[in-house]
T-cell receptor, first 112, second 112 residues
Framework: DVKVTQSSRYLVKRTGEKVFLECVQD?????MFWYRQDPGLGLRLIYF???????EKGDIPEGYSVSREKKERFSLILESASTNQTSMYLC???????????FGPGTRLLVL | GENVEQHPSTLSVQEGDSAVIKCTYS??????FPWYKQELGKGPQLIID?????GEKKDQRIAVTLNKTAKHFSLHITETQPEDSAVYFC???????????FGQGTRLTINP
């Protein structure tokens, strides 16, 4: 059974805190993605990585950074959390070519 | 880049009736079109996908049709059941690209 896991289901942080969201996949996938999901806006791509130590900006990278030191792990970092980063964050992974993209269960982040 | 429009944003149907969700895409070079279902509190899950060399694909009560000339594709759910209630996302992927481009989502409600 394929698995994408995210470190937390719910997270509450204060404005200005540094926040780490972790994602792990067990499918040996090359590609990993971070999205945020907000009502009425669908799934918006923040960053993605197509290989270890490689990363590319998505549609809304401002205020975020990422790290991929190992193939199975992709971290999303909020350097200084702000209230407008309150959202649902979804991690996904996909193999090469036309492989299926699998999502994690999501992390609901509240920034106070 | 690719752009995907999805309609309607909300859809309510009686149990047992059919539901149709439509998406249009902008780039004729897209060749992979998956559909995801997101239940409350969960990450999106792939339910069906279609590639550009096929016009229609069916899996039990779910079917997807693709019209490459018009650049649109549709999800059809027949004999709807309460468990079909969820948010559905369409997506498109350009040939050779790593990322999926998602539609805005459709909230489907099945009324008993």
């Amino acid at each position: 059974d394929v698995k994408v896991t995210q470190s937390s289901r719910y997270l509450v942080k204060r404005t200005g805190e540094k926040v780490f969201l972790e994602c792990v996949q067990d499918m040996d996938h090359e590609n990993m993605f971070w999205y945020r999901q907000d009502p009425g806006l669908g799934l918006r791509l923040i960053y993605f990585s197509y290989d270890v130590k490689m990363k590319e900006k998505g549609d809304i990278p401002e205020g975020y950074s990422v790290s991929r030191e190992k193939k199975e792990r992709f971290s999303l970092i909020l350097e200084s959390a702000s209230t407008n980063q309150t959202s649902m964050y979804l991690c996904a992974s996909r193999g090469g070519g036309q492989g299926t993209q699998y999502f994690g269960p999501g992390t609901r982040l509240l920034v106070l | 880049g690719e752009n995907v429009e999805q309609h309607p944003s909300t859809l309510s149907v009686q149990e047992g009736d059919s539901a149709v969700i439509k998406c249009t895409y902008s780039d004729s070079a897209s060749n992979y079109f998956p559909w995801y279902k997101q239940e409350l509190g969960k990450g999106p899950q792939l339910i069906i996908d279609i590639r550009s060399n096929v016009g229609e694909k069916k899996d039990q009560r779910i079917a997807v049709t693709l019209n490459k000339t018009a650049k649109h594709f549709s999800l059809h759910i027949t004999e709807t059941q309460p468990e079909d209630s969820a948010v559905y996302f369409c997506a498109a992927k350009l040939q050779g690209a790593q990322k999926l481009v998602f539609g805005q989502g459709t909230r489907l409600t099945i009324n008993p």
